[in-house]
């Protein structure tokens, strides 16, 4: 009996040592590196402030920001070895076998109409239109020009404008502006400015329209996937969309190669916990998405979805990492005992409230149209109960942080058997 209780009890022992020791010493951290390409448009999660606040909540794992010269040049640097984790978009390029880690931005396309258009889709948009593309790249470009000829309008025969929002107004008054092309997260940064200017230029609310058949459009083709625009994205005193759209999105994603189980489940929980954070003062925050792993084309690294499916590496994983990085403190083993009590007892929390969220998801994904109001009052109960835990400090961070990852999964499968939503809406 003895020597089982001492088999039991050494690797809880032995890994509290070793975070106690890691919490005193810069010896056992472990540094990976992000390679982070310019762009107009920047993620709050992908600034300086949060890797500086992500290595402050990891105990062991340290983040450094590798500056690329683009998208492109992104997806190289993992092959060549300059990073160990890369944010790419896969119209731009994906690096080969990388598994995703997370969604740190979905860009939605779609356009931003006078309000009174006559314009409910791209297809209505008629040869000599005028057609302004808000903020201007290469990828955009690309992007309205597939759009437009799926839905059989020549490129060639309209009129394209390079416009910064600011510009908005003067092309509805002198090029009589038909539409304005945006790419971006609904409701934020440069397609909300265009959305107020046009709005002021006409003193009409503006309308927005979405991509027909997204989902037959992304099956075409690799880089394309389909995601919706929620309900008033935009606000004012009449938001738009009057109802979720289903449209065609970019996904910007942070990817590896190559990288063990332990270390990426340790980044993505850390990168939620910062997350959690900045959202109080950066709403944009929200764009950080579980990575979907329902898309065979971006396979989601296996660290990372034990992560999403709330059964995150615990204490005897941490035992591997703190062994791979340096020495165990095995003469402060007297001091954890207590330590190793308190964690375990807040792991098993978590472990229980995160079960109760995966059995509720797996009722999501076969639920009836008619049970998913039962299920999203479960799911909002399991929410009050994460609340309460937090608040009383019975979970950890990192029970909370996995816990909230579910919940997020949770509300995602019901948002799927919605009639108007996913797949289920083409049909």
Request: net charge negative; proline share 6%.
């Amino acid at each position: 009996m003895r020597a089982i209780a001492i088999a039991v009890l050494l690797p809880l022992v032995l890994t509290g040592a070793a975070k106690i020791w890691a919490s005193r010493t810069d010896s056992l951290h472990l540094t990976i590196r992000v390679a982070i390409p310019p762009t107009p448009e920047s993620s709050a999660l992908l600034s300086n402030k949060t890797w500086t606040e992500f290595n402050r909540k990891s105990e062991w794992l340290r983040v450094e920001a590798v500056p690329v010269k683009d998208f492109y040049d992104s997806a190289k640097s993992l092959d060549d070895g300059r990073a160990d984790i890369a944010w790419v978009r896969a119209d731009a390029a994906m690096p080969e076998d990388a598994k995703s880690l997370a969604v740190v931005r979905t860009d939605r396309a779609f356009l931003i109409v006078p309000g009174g258009s006559k314009i409910e889709s791209f297809g209505d948009i008629k040869p000599k239109s005028v057609v302004g593309i808000i903020n201007s790249n290469p990828f955009k470009e690309m992007m309205l020009e597939r759009i437009l000829s799926y839905n059989g309008v020549l490129p060639e025969t309209i009129r394209i404008l390079r416009l910064k929002p600011s510009e908005v107004p003067e092309a509805v008054r002198k090029e009589r502006l038909t539409a304005a092309f945006a790419v971006g997260v609904p409701g934020f940064g440069s397609n909300l400015e265009a959305f107020a200017a046009m709005r002021r230029a006409t003193g009409k609310t503006p309308s927005i329209v979405a991509v027909d058949n997204a989902e037959a459009l992304s099956a075409r083709g690799a880089a394309f996937e389909a995601a919706e625009i929620l309900i008033g994205s935009f606000p004012g005193g009449e938001p738009q969309p009057e109802e979720s759209l289903m449209t065609v999105v970019i996904r910007h994603r942070l990817v590896t190669k190559d990288m063990s189980d332990w270390v990426a489940g340790e980044f993505v929980q850390r990168l939620y916990e910062v997350k959690s954070k900045l959202l109080a003062t950066d709403p944009s925050a929200a764009a950080l998405e579980a990575a979907p792993s329902e898309d065979v084309r971006f396979p989601v690294h296996p660290g990372a979805q034990a992560v999403y499916d709330g059964n995150p590496p615990l204490l005897y994983d941490r035992i591997e990492s703190l062994l791979w990085t340096g020495a165990l403190g095995l003469s402060l083993i007297g001091s954890i005992f207590t330590w190793t009590v308190r964690v375990s007892g807040a792991a098993r929390g978590a472990r229980q409230l995160s079960g109760s969220i995966a059995e509720l998801i797996e009722q999501a994904r076969e639920a009836e149209e008619s049970e998913l109001q039962a299920l999203e009052d479960q799911l909002d109960a399991l929410a009050a109960e994460l609340a309460e835990h937090a608040m009383s400090g019975h979970l950890s961070a990192e029970g909370r942080a996995g816990c909230v990852i579910q919940l997020e999964r949770a509300r995602r499968a019901l948002e799927l058997r919605r009639p108007t939503s996913g797949l289920r809406a083409a049909v």
